[in-house]
């Protein structure tokens, strides 16, 4: 097992030469017409005493020189060691919550196990653990704010607002509690070990200790499922189904919604429509819609159209909040009723040609006689009698 270093310059060779960890073989290796070097620390045996052992060495090499690690060896064999708990892990997860919604039987139990399919573990973390309304709240709370807050003062205001995630309504907080309250750190430690990043012995013991635990209670929940579904099905206050079905559409409009679209005032506009809750779902409809076709080049330029539009007329947010007001419906359904109209007499076929060979067109009338006659076409000369 091995690990290298890359320095550039000569300043810690010395130092590096005279370190000599225990049980560790040290080379160095010069690269020639170059000033740059590479420091070599070697074990034999590919065990986790070894990866322990090269860990320790990494730690000392990378916070006192902090060189270009090369080579990890160690860490490679912590995620491989790793990798197979946390494939365990998302199964089982995701077994669990196919099983819930199957049981509910349901129209919509099929549709949310298919887009369960569809996701990654990172989104369905998003789905279970965090509370959009949530989110809104405390940047709203934030944003009012008009002087220069203190870090206490921000605690104290997250700490007033309410939280529900998915997870306590429909799992429960004691349910799985290590995974519960510990999601963040099974998330980072699970992308650290899908991605293949550099862990140390610490994180490793640590990673390893979190998601066993994980599995097990996990293992216990999806045998009491199986054993007595009826009971699962008995206990439920609402339904399992509808709730994950709104989290899953309340998901995909956030997601459109955050498209990487430049900052602007164009995307606040649309923002603070999206983010009043009395808005009618029409208008929330339309925005996900530009949203998603922000990827498209005609985009850019409606873009460009609707921001400039949007600096003008900031009165469209005033207007959107107050659509669905019993006062305004009547007149806006009228409109789109003559919008229709139009729409449909524009789009009448024409008068077929051949139909009309050989007709008169008509002449239009004037309301002047005189000007009719002045412009009538000339008539040839009548010979005198």
């Given at each position: ?35 740059c070097w590479i420091a070599v620390y070697e074990v034999s045996g590919e065990n986790l005493q070894s990866a322990k052992t090269l860990s320790k060495t990494n730690d000392y090499i990378t916070s006192k020189f902090n060189p270009t690690i090369l080579t990890n060896e160690s860490a490679a064999y912590f995620n491989k060691s790793l990798y197979p708990y946390f494939n365990e892990f998302e199964r089982k997860l995701r077994k669990l919550l196919y099983l819930k919604s199957a049981l509910q039987h349901d ?279």
């Amino acid at each position: 097992m091995k690990q290298e270093y890359l320095f550039v310059e000569d300043t810690h060779k010395a130092e590096i030469e005279s370190y000599k960890p225990e049980n560790v073989r040290c080379s160095i290796q010069n690269i020639e017409d170059s000033t740059c070097w590479i420091a070599v620390y070697e074990v034999s045996g590919e065990n986790l005493q070894s990866a322990k052992t090269l860990s320790k060495t990494n730690d000392y090499i990378t916070s006192k020189f902090n060189p270009t690690i090369l080579t990890n060896e160690s860490a490679a064999y912590f995620n491989k060691s790793l990798y197979p708990y946390f494939n365990e892990f998302e199964r089982k997860l995701r077994k669990l919550l196919y099983l819930k919604s199957a049981l509910q039987h349901d129209a919509t139990a099929s549709q949310n196990i298919k887009e369960l399919e569809s996701k990654d573990l990172g989104t369905i973390f998003e789905l279970l653990f965090t509370d959009a309304q949530f989110i809104k709240d405390v940047k709203k709370n934030i944003n009012e704010k008009s002087w220069q807050f203190t870090r206490d003062e921000l605690i104290n205001t997250i700490n007033n607002l309410s939280e529900n995630t998915v997870w306590d309504s429909l799992i429960g907080h004691e349910t799985i509690s290590v995974l519960r309250s510990d999601f963040i750190r099974v998330k980072n430690y699970r992308n650290d070990v899908m991605h293949a990043h550099n862990m140390d012995a610490a994180s490793y013991t640590s990673a390893l200790g979190v998601i066993k635990k994980i599995n097990d209670q996990l293992d216990d929940e999806l045998n009491k499922l199986v054993k007595s579904p009826e009971k699962e099905e008995a206990n439920d206050t609402q339904s399992f189904n509808s709730t994950l079905n709104q989290a899953l559409r309340d998901h995909e409009t956030a997601t459109a919604i955050s498209v990487n679209v430049p900052n602007s005032s164009y995307e606040k506009f649309f923002h603070d429509i999206v983010l009043q809750s009395e808005i009618p779902p029409a208008v929330r409809n339309l925005q996900v819609l530009l949203a998603q076709e922000a990827v498209s080049s005609k985009y850019s330029e409606l873009a460009k159209t609707i921001e400039e539009a949007s600096q003008k007329m900031p009165a469209y947010v005033k207007l959107a909040q107050t659509l669905s007001s019993p006062e305004i419906k009547e007149r806006y359904q009228n409109i789109l009723r003559i919008l229709e109209a139009q729409q449909d007499e524009h789009s009448k076929p024409q008068d077929n040609l051949e139909k009309n060979i050989g007709e008169t067109p008509p002449i239009e009338e004037s309301e002047n006689p005189n000007e009719q006659a002045k412009n009538a076409d000339p008539q040839p000369d009548i010979p005198e009698h």
